[in-house]
């Protein structure tokens, strides 16, 4: 993936000129400096430390150089992207290392524990979060970034239990390809699918858009091995439910590197379906629509994927740079919802028909497979339209949130208000909102914004804080969590205190200084920052 | 409930003469002697802590009395109730308090931090694995029973998403009672389920036999308050999921009254079904009738109850003292499997169709919806025959495990092997297995044992942890989980090394130590006891 925008060179698409010119007026949007190849903060790293590092891994496996930093220093989120676009020198990791097992993860702990370096894990690099940025703190003399991309093995595939262990390091379409072999699938389709990686999904609680169907990937990993400085662990290793005591495994998963560094994970694999079935559905309201789809799952009703568009977003197609907008014309009735089935022939055809049944006693009006084979195909493809957004001039981002279905209308007005309140003081933003994860008790809101970018990339970054922040806010106020399945990074850390509260923080704390007692593992990140201690930018 | 037998006086029964002589004969089995009202170890409360506790919750609300000690000595495990019958002095804890509020009990808490008092939380006292046993540190001058019974409220009610705010306190049937009036239901139905408390269900993580359809209590649950001596906490308050860091409801959920004391959940409920559907099927051999309800859990068919009994099992009616043994001759062919389908019309017509056709297509034959209707209207019964059997002189106790799909059949065997090369060294002894909760990736096994007891009370108890022992053991060595539903309890300390490994309980003990300093909470009990620090009994 390019450092500076999401996918590779192939897939970036400029807008058309008509739509450059509707976004011009209707975002009064204009076409900003695009910086290239801003330089590195100079590499920290001693001789000492390369030799050594160098040692345990190989000296192929150990880099300083600019290249190999540049990856490494930033994630995807739309204030990552804008800073390699301010043009000023970027923070970036002192030295990035490639082990490849455990042991060698063990060594290189031990190491900067002793010498006092920072260590950021690297998966896929796809934190949209500031999950990636190389914080340290004050007493840290340097900063590696640990790379997992030697765990690629797929190991113990067990088609009868359905349970394969997967390197941390695998992406997405690397994990499908070699499951493939054994006629067998994950189903873990979040947006990042193409970059991300296995590692990364467990570490973040990240979501797939088959949920409904496969569950959250929290909820499809039954072991992970991890390393700490303290040893390797691998919390989870009863399979599949078990009494004996708190699970360790949900401490791991979504700890964001703070405690150990994930290398492998056992999770739950499905037979690639037979079948797969489509259709859409157009709903009068958007109200009317989350009534229907909170029906679906509380029947049981089981969809592989339950999705479903406000207005707004119904009538903007977003996954294709030549198409955005033009619905406009075609002017797309009502919100639009979106379901998918799969298994066995007799599962998908009968939770099918079950489901379809449900959302037209709803109100739901059928709108044919197009529409879901349409969103289907360009499922991957909206992250690659920020940047051509972003070239255009436009300020682009998403953020997300999730609460109990009561509790929607309400949640979704809060942040729609907050976002509207910063971003349209001096013209119209486009503020969309779909759900896009389904469950018994509530769903997930997802929130896109498109909105004009200032003239300078400073003064545009700090609007889009002050609306994330005034979002969020909004969020904490009104029954929704601060993250459904970005995770926290550093974009998250002011509200931790608040989701989980200070005696939960201060347990957080605790499992770390266990772990972790030299404070290496991400430092002046995520919660520990809670704690009065806060990490400064290389 | 009797404080020494399995439910009230009314519900037991005694086993028929022919049966009595069947037991005899196969077992070899005498009636041994059954105590009454064995002592207490004397109080060791002191009139201070009585006034301190009464000034907080109410003089009537204290109690050394040995009438409210002794239903909270020891909990209903098949050597808690030996120890009845061994007709010498039994500890108990020195003091019975009932606080009815999360302030009442912090400062209960508080005191008994500074005092040096041993706290062990009480619910619906049915623990069968040495839960409820009053372990105290060697530094404890007394132990303190804090009563739940007093948190039974329903509160916040919100039948749209499904959540109800339910007190600990608040017994299984009291429970649906109260949410029955709302035409909800939580549909969590352990074996306890008459006796046991939600706080209960929470801290043990309890799975009820509609676990297919409604999940395990740890899947019902969205959000606790927990009461610790640093104060109070409420974890999982970011309802339907969320991404924001490691799960701390996960981490309260098993952890048995050691992090603090569980006082209310927010769980799941759903409506009343509208109906009900049943049906039982016969299968050639055990490993058929798994092979089946793993296509069925695999398909995702979805019913609500999937149980499946092995061929001895089968052949031996356990739910009614009258029957036990007598199906014998009637020789029921073969492993016999259990459904029930629940929810709307259609959702309960059509899983029932999905998963006979996948439980028919691997070699299931239908006999009909009486066994499965008959299951369901003794499905409580089972620990009542407990009594009646040691009343008759037979050992009968259960223990159970789960593992993945492909490694049951090696499970099975190992722990049958294990429990008959103790229990069959002088006579025969039933052994008898089913599979009461299924998953896509595996299933558990639940061993139901009747043997010969020996004449004295002690060699009973010996025989039976020898037994247990070796059961437990060849968990740990063949792929099995220490517990799949019973939790940790005193009984199973010896291996939770070996389940979690010793940086799990070194994190466990971390958390604790930062709850709870003085080490007040169940102290010689499950983890802590594994990290060099032993209780002992009063």
Same mark, same amino acid.
């Given at each position: 993936m390019s450092y500076n925008k999401w996918g590779t060179d192939d897939e970036a698409k400029e807008i058309s000129p008509s739509i450059q010119k509707m976004l011009g007026k209707v975002l009064g949007v204009t076409r900003p400096q695009i910086a290239t190849e801003p330089p590195l903060v100079a590499s920290r790293a001693t001789a000492e430390d390369v030799q050594f590092f160098s040692r345990i891994v190989g000296e192929d496996f150990v880099s300083t150089d600019d290249a190999h930093r540049r990856p490494r220093a930033r994630g995807k989120s739309y204030l990552d992207l804008l800073e390699w676009r301010e043009g000023k020198e970027v923070s970036a990791p002192d030295v990035a290392v490639s082990p490849a097992s455990e042991e060698e993860i063990l060594e290189i702990l031990e190491y900067c524990s002793e010498q006092q370096i920072a260590v950021v894990p690297f998966g896929g690099g796809t934190s949209v979060v500031g999950g990636v940025s190389p914080l $340290?703190?004050?007493?840290?003399?340097?900063? %590696? &970034?640990?790379?997992?991309?030697?765990?690629?093995? %797929?190991e113990d595939v067990d088609t009868t239990s359905g349970l394969a262990t997967l390197g941390a390091g695998l992406l997405g379409p690397h994990a499908e390809m070699k499951l493939a072999e054994y006629g067998m699938q994950l189903g873990h389709f979040p947006q990042s699918f193409p970059y991300a990686s296995i590692g990364g999904f467990a570490a973040t609680r990240s979501s797939g858009q088959n949920s409904a169907g496969y569950g959250r990937f929290d909820d499809m990993v039954r072991e992970m091995t991890v390393v700490t400085p303290k040893g390797i662990i691998r919390p989870g290793k009863a399979s599949p439910a078990t009494a004996a005591g708190p699970s360790l495994k949900q401490l791991f998963m979504g700890s964001e590197g703070l405690f150990g560094i994930i290398t492998r994970v056992r999770v739950h694999i499905h037979p690639i379906p037979e079948v797969k079935r489509y259709e859409a559905f157009s709903f009068p309201s958007f109200n009317d629509g989350v009534n229907a789809l909170r029906a679906v799952e509380q029947s049981g009703a089981g969809p592989a994927v339950l999705r479903l568009s406000d207005e707004i977003e119904s009538s903007v197609n977003l996954t294709s740079t030549d198409k955005i907008g033009e619905n406009d014309e075609e002017e797309v009735k009502g919100c639009l919802a979106i379901t998918m089935f799969e298994g066995t022939e007799e599962h998908a055809q009968r939770t099918h028909e079950e489901t379809r049944n449900v959302l037209l006693a709803h109100g739901g009006t059928s709108v044919g497979e197009e529409p879901a084979r349409q969103w289907e195909k360009g499922r991957f493809g909206a992250p690659v339209l920020r940047d051509s957004l972003m070239d255009a001039g436009a300020l682009c981002e998403t953020l997300e949130t999730a609460t109990d279905w009561a509790n929607v209308p309400r949640l979704k007005r809060a942040v729609g !208000?907050? =976002? +509207?309140?910063?971003?349209?003081?001096? &013209?119209? +933003? =486009?503020?969309? *909102?779909?759900? &896009?994860? %389904?469950?018994?008790?509530? *769903?997930? =809101?997802?929130?896109?914004?498109?909105?004009?970018?200032?003239?300078?990339?400073?003064?545009?970054?700090? !609007?889009? $804080? +002050?609306a994330k922040s005034a979002a969020t806010e909004a969020m904490t106020l009104n029954g929704g969590t601060v993250t459904h399945h970005h995770a926290v990074g550093t974009d998250h850390l002011p509200w931790m205190n608040e989701e989980i509260g200070e005696l939960g923080i201060n347990i957080l704390q605790a499992v770390k200084n266990e772990l972790d007692p030299a404070g290496i593992l991400n430092p002046g990140k995520t919660f520990s920052a809670l704690n009065g201690f806060r990490g400064t930018l290389l």
């Amino acid at each position: 993936m390019s450092y500076n925008k999401w996918g590779t060179d192939d897939e970036a698409k400029e807008i058309s000129p008509s739509i450059q010119k509707m976004l011009g007026k209707v975002l009064g949007v204009t076409r900003p400096q695009i910086a290239t190849e801003p330089p590195l903060v100079a590499s920290r790293a001693t001789a000492e430390d390369v030799q050594f590092f160098s040692r345990i891994v190989g000296e192929d496996f150990v880099s300083t150089d600019d290249a190999h930093r540049r990856p490494r220093a930033r994630g995807k989120s739309y204030l990552d992207l804008l800073e390699w676009r301010e043009g000023k020198e970027v923070s970036a990791p002192d030295v990035a290392v490639s082990p490849a097992s455990e042991e060698e993860i063990l060594e290189i702990l031990e190491y900067c524990s002793e010498q006092q370096i920072a260590v950021v894990p690297f998966g896929g690099g796809t934190s949209v979060v500031g999950g990636v940025s190389p914080l $340290k703190a004050e007493n840290h003399r340097a900063v %590696v &970034s640990v790379d997992l991309s030697r765990f690629t093995d %797929v190991e113990d595939v067990d088609t009868t239990s359905g349970l394969a262990t997967l390197g941390a390091g695998l992406l997405g379409p690397h994990a499908e390809m070699k499951l493939a072999e054994y006629g067998m699938q994950l189903g873990h389709f979040p947006q990042s699918f193409p970059y991300a990686s296995i590692g990364g999904f467990a570490a973040t609680r990240s979501s797939g858009q088959n949920s409904a169907g496969y569950g959250r990937f929290d909820d499809m990993v039954r072991e992970m091995t991890v390393v700490t400085p303290k040893g390797i662990i691998r919390p989870g290793k009863a399979s599949p439910a078990t009494a004996a005591g708190p699970s360790l495994k949900q401490l791991f998963m979504g700890s964001e590197g703070l405690f150990g560094i994930i290398t492998r994970v056992r999770v739950h694999i499905h037979p690639i379906p037979e079948v797969k079935r489509y259709e859409a559905f157009s709903f009068p309201s958007f109200n009317d629509g989350v009534n229907a789809l909170r029906a679906v799952e509380q029947s049981g009703a089981g969809p592989a994927v339950l999705r479903l568009s406000d207005e707004i977003e119904s009538s903007v197609n977003l996954t294709s740079t030549d198409k955005i907008g033009e619905n406009d014309e075609e002017e797309v009735k009502g919100c639009l919802a979106i379901t998918m089935f799969e298994g066995t022939e007799e599962h998908a055809q009968r939770t099918h028909e079950e489901t379809r049944n449900v959302l037209l006693a709803h109100g739901g009006t059928s709108v044919g497979e197009e529409p879901a084979r349409q969103w289907e195909k360009g499922r991957f493809g909206a992250p690659v339209l920020r940047d051509s957004l972003m070239d255009a001039g436009a300020l682009c981002e998403t953020l997300e949130t999730a609460t109990d279905w009561a509790n929607v209308p309400r949640l979704k007005r809060a942040v729609g !208000k907050a =976002l +509207a309140s910063v971003l349209t003081e001096e &013209s119209t +933003a =486009l503020i969309m *909102c779909h759900v &896009s994860h %389904v469950y018994a008790t509530g *769903c997930s =809101l997802y929130f896109t914004i498109v909105a004009g970018a200032s003239d300078s990339v400073e003064e545009t970054a700090q !609007k889009w $804080k +002050a609306a994330k922040s005034a979002a969020t806010e909004a969020m904490t106020l009104n029954g929704g969590t601060v993250t459904h399945h970005h995770a926290v990074g550093t974009d998250h850390l002011p509200w931790m205190n608040e989701e989980i509260g200070e005696l939960g923080i201060n347990i957080l704390q605790a499992v770390k200084n266990e772990l972790d007692p030299a404070g290496i593992l991400n430092p002046g990140k995520t919660f520990s920052a809670l704690n009065g201690f806060r990490g400064t930018l290389l």
